[in-house]
Structures are given as structure tokens and as C-alpha cells.
């Protein structure tokens, strides 16, 4: 079955630190996978996608991720966070064989001063 | 370009009784999503269509959820009658196909009392 792990529920991080998402996905084929950031009382907006090609994309507010086909991985990396980056992150999945858009559960980051 | 539009941002209800969503994709775009977002998970996808056809929609409740898409613009999601366990966000999302970047409406958050 097509699924998507986030296995951190809520991660904390001090301002300026570096930081690290984990996405993991279950599809038989490579899928088309997506990042967003959901902030509160905000909708949700894209970061970053990776449909083919090169493995480490860059995306917006200085976000980067690197899909991983042997670990079955697309990891958010941030070298230096800011404390407007404290929200709820989502991994997404579309898998074209089942045209399905899947949702992580997320994950959600707090930022110390 | 205009985003996603949804009406109302905001409803309480009774249980028992009946609601509707109301949801304008951006322009063009042939892929609508409905996703239920309970408090501290994940978006659940509701129902997507392809135009005014239906894709999927395996994980909606059809004994009280109901959503159309007329001339494959905008949707209406309806609830009748609503349950406590309904509460949530509910999202509408489009994109311009199949496996595209989904762009997200901020959202209609309902309540049932």
C-alpha cells in the first residue's frame, strides 16, 4: 500500500541551529514527492517538489531537500533555522499508478530562542 | 493569480444538523481535492475529481458526506447530519493535473456542539 511516514511528531530546535524533517515513503515506483509548511491560521504552501532528475532540491525560505531512492527518503534540511519557521511540516506523495495525493501526518516544529 | 478560495472560514453547528463547503479552484485547473484535517493529524483526502468526475473517494462517509462539481469548476462538500466526530478543518486543494503542485485554500474549520 502507498503510505507516508513522518516519524517526528513535534521537533524543537534552538534559533539558528540546523535542522533535519524525516520523510519516508512506501510506493512501488518513484513517486512525485512535495514538502509543505503549514503555519497557523495559514493555508498550506509549497516549499519544495521533486518529480526527476536531480536528487537535492532547493526550494523556498532557503529550504532543501534530497530524495533517496535506496532509503526510500525525502528529507527537508534547513542549515540555519529562524523562529519564523516554527509550524507544521507535511511530506506528500502522489502516486500516478493510483493518481493519489497522500499525506504525511506531519510534523511539528517549535523554535527556542 | 488567485488562489483557492473556500466559504465559510469558519461554522458551528449542532449535531444533526446540516452544512455545506463551498470551494472555488484557481482558474483552469482540472484536479480538485477535499481533505478532513482532525486536530493534530494529518489531511485525510476526502474526495478528488478530475474535472466533474469523481477519482476517488473511498474515504468518504457517503451515508453523510456528499460532494458535487458542477461544469468542473467549483465544489460544494455537504454534511448531513453532522456528527461530533466531524469537527475538523476542511481543505480544498487544485491542481492543474494529476501528479502537479497542489495549491491549498486556507480552509473551512467547523465545529459541531
Known amino acids: 500500500a502507498q503510505s507516508v511516514t513522518q516519524p517526528d511528531i513535534h521537533i524543537t530546535v534552538s534559533e539558528g541551529a540546523s535542522l533535519e524533517l524525516r520523510c519516508n515513503y512506501s510506493?512501488?515506483?518513484?513517486?512525485?514527492l512535495f514538502w509543505y509548511v503549514q503555519s497557523p491560521g495559514q493555508g498550506l504552501q509549497l516549499l519544495l517538489k521533486?518529480?526527476?532528475?536531480?536528487?537535492l532540491v532547493q526550494g523556498i525560505k532557503g529550504f532543501e531537500a534530497e530524495f533517496k531512492r535506496s532509503q526510500s527518503s525525502f528529507n527537508l534540511r534547513k542549515p540555519s533555522v529562524h523562529w519564523s519557521d516554527a509550524a507544521e511540516y507535511f511530506c506528500?506523495?502522489?502516486?500516478?499508478?493510483?493518481?493519489?495525493?497522500?499525506f504525511g501526518a506531519g510534523t511539528r516544529l517549535a523554535v527556542h530562542p | 493569480e488567485a488562489g483557492v478560495a473556500q466559504s465559510p472560514r469558519y461554522k458551528i453547528i449542532e449535531k444533526r444538523q446540516s452544512v455545506a463547503f463551498w470551494c472555488n479552484p484557481i482558474?483552469?485547473?482540472?484536479?480538485l481535492y477535499w481533505y478532513q484535517q482532525i486536530l493534530g493529524q494529518g489531511p485525510k483526502l476526502l474526495i478528488q475529481?478530475?474535472?466533474?468526475?469523481?477519482?476517488?473517494d473511498s474515504q468518504l462517509p457517503k451515508d453523510r458526506f456528499s460532494a458535487e462539481r458542477l461544469k468542473g469548476v467549483d465544489s460544494t462538500l455537504k454534511i448531513q447530519p453532522a456528527k461530533l466526530e466531524d469537527s475538523a478543518v476542511y481543505l480544498c486543494?487544485?491542481?492543474?493535473?494529476?501528479?502537479?503542485?497542489?495549491?491549498f485554500g486556507q480552509g473551512t474549520r467547523l465545529t459541531v456542539v
Open positions: 486543494a487544485s491542481s492543474s493535473s494529476q501528479g502537479a503542485e497542489a495549491f
Open positions: 521533486y518529480f526527476s532528475g536531480d536528487t
Open positions: 482558474s483552469g485547473h482540472a484536479t
Open positions: 475529481f478530475q474535472n466533474n468526475g469523481v477519482v476517488d
Open positions: 510506493y512501488g515506483a518513484t513517486p512525485y
Open positions: 506528500l506523495m502522489f502516486s500516478g499508478g493510483y493518481n493519489k495525493l497522500i
